[in-house]
């Protein structure tokens, strides 16, 4: 074999030898004859082993070019555009493609965008070059050639949507069905050009999976139509990643619709004996016991509220802390309920605790739970906790805008720490830390202190403190 044919069976990418040779001749015409078709088919191999993808999944915003082989799943409209100081009118149309691995938008211009709307169809298999980047619905790919592969096959299904577990960061176009199994409050926001911006989220599950599903402003009003228990459709959403965890993002090209399907959520949860401190996890069970809510205020001044149930499996118990909108939520002795994406945490009494924040979801659960097995009593008594539980989840959790929001201030039922009610004179008291701050406060349940002086405490830590009180202060002498 001569030279280019040794460089082109040492290629490791999907390209015809036809093509290999036309690109080798094209470089050596690009270099002014600097370089021979040996150096020329060099450069090209380089070129092709640093573009060429395993598949979509594998494609990222940050290459510079990529190659890949996609299945037209649906071809867009033609749309014009004005160049900036040009006379002549721009073009633009996406395609979306798929492989085994993921979807993935096209942006094909000016002529290519004129042939694809008059030559393209779903289930043609695409050989493609392009460039990758964080486009306005996700990742796209603004492609530089594109051609038909009569010859090549990939394996995806152009009918109906996609389950949770094939979502892959950077899909577009995205339909799929879902058990709403919980609704979040909307909220507000002021962008950069001075509108106000609103967001709220959905969370669906069905046999694969769960997954959360944010709406941006006209969309938010849907949230309202729907409740847990509903199935509904998700048409044309698109896939971000927020925190490690993959979401369905819903503009305004997409819908949101209630549909007759049949989708059946089945959780994949921890035992509650099996739980260690620092681990997030998905836990179910039965409700033994409820506490009432309880309000308290932030160092912010705004206020907060939380509340307690005692949830067990056939395993064991636990205490769950609900906050935020969660502490609104109409759960009782005897329900069924699936706490996911639960923080767990060091709480009262070195007992462990789940904090269920805003990244959480608690709902109810419909026919039963196999997790829950027949030791768990319903029967509303509390699980020998003969205090009050308001003192749970005294970790560090996240509001509902997302910040640190642990310093749970003066949210006691007992003395009026304000307004130092409390008896003065040494004491010895015994609490958990919810502040670490100036000044450290700490919570027996009944009521909240704060203590004045120098001392190395965490969050959420069991301490007793000895020395003089005066109203809602100890001075300490000593703590341990």
Do not use: C
């Not at 691995?101 to 965008?113: F, Q, S």
């Not at 979401?247 to 035992?271: I, M």
């Amino acid at each position: 074999m001569g030279a280019i044919e040794d460089i082109y069976a040492d290629i490791d990418a999907d390209i015809e030898e036809e093509a290999f040779r036309e690109a080798v001749e094209a470089k050596v015409e690009e270099m002014g004859g600097l370089v021979d078709e040996e150096v020329a088919a060099m450069l090209i191999a380089e070129d092709l082993g640093e573009s060429e993808v395993e598949g979509i999944a594998d494609i990222e915003p940050g290459m510079e070019e990529v190659q890949f082989l996609g299945k037209v799943v649906s071809v867009g409209d033609l749309r014009t555009f004005e160049r900036d100081e040009e006379d002549a009118e721009g073009r633009v149309v996406n395609v979306e493609v798929a492989d085994e691995t993921g979807h993935v938008r096209l942006a094909m211009w000016d002529e290519d965008a004129a042939a694809a709307t008059e030559e393209l169809e779903p289930g043609q298999v695409l050989r493609i070059k392009g460039r990758p980047k964080d486009g306005y619905s996700g990742l796209e790919v603004s492609a530089d050639r594109v051609e038909v592969d009569e010859e090549a096959e990939l394996d995806v299904d152009l009918e109906g949507g996609v389950s949770i577990d094939a979502l892959a960061m950077g899909q577009s176009d995205v339909t799929v069905d879902g058990v709403v199994l919980d609704t979040e409050a909307v909220r507000t926001f002021d962008r950069d050009d001075g509108s106000e911006g609103r967001v709220g989220n959905l969370v669906i599950g069905d046999e694969t999976g769960r997954l959360r599903v944010t709406l941006w402003d006209e969309q938010t009003e849907l949230i309202e139509e729907f409740e847990p228990g509903d199935t509904v459709e998700i048409v044309d959403g698109y896939v971000r990643e927020r925190d490690g965890n993959l979401e369905l993002h819903v503009n305004d090209r997409s819908a949101v619709e209630a549909v007759d399907a049949d989708v059946e959520f089945v959780p994949e949860t921890t035992d509650i004996d099996a739980v260690e401190i620092g681990q997030t996890v998905d836990i179910a069970g039965v409700v033994r016991s409820a506490d009432p809510k309880r309000t308290f205020d932030r160092d912010d001044g705004s206020e907060g509220q939380v509340r307690n149930v005692r949830l067990q499996d056939g395993s064991g118990d636990i205490r769950v802390a609900l906050w935020g909108d969660k502490a609104d939520l109409d759960i009782g002795p005897g329900d069924e309920v699936l706490a996911a994406e639960v923080e767990i945490q060091d709480g009262w009494q070195d007992d462990l605790e789940a904090s269920a924040g805003w990244q959480s979801t608690v709902t109810h659960l419909e026919g039963g739970l196999s997790a829950t097995g027949g030791d768990a009593d319903a029967g509303g008594e509390s699980n020998d906790d003969t205090g009050a539980d308001a003192e749970a989840g005294l970790g560090a959790f996240a509001d509902d805008d997302g910040d640190d929001a642990a310093n749970v201030a003066d949210s006691g039922t007992g003395a009026d720490a304000d307004t130092g009610s409390a008896e003065s004179g040494t004491v010895e008291f015994t609490g958990t830390v919810v502040q670490t701050g100036d000044p450290i406060k700490i919570d027996d349940g009944e009521e909240t202190v704060k203590l004045r002086g120098d001392a190395d405490v965490t969050l959420g830590q069991n301490v007793t403190v000895r020395g003089a009180r005066d109203g809602a202060f100890i001075d300490i002498d000593e703590i341990f």
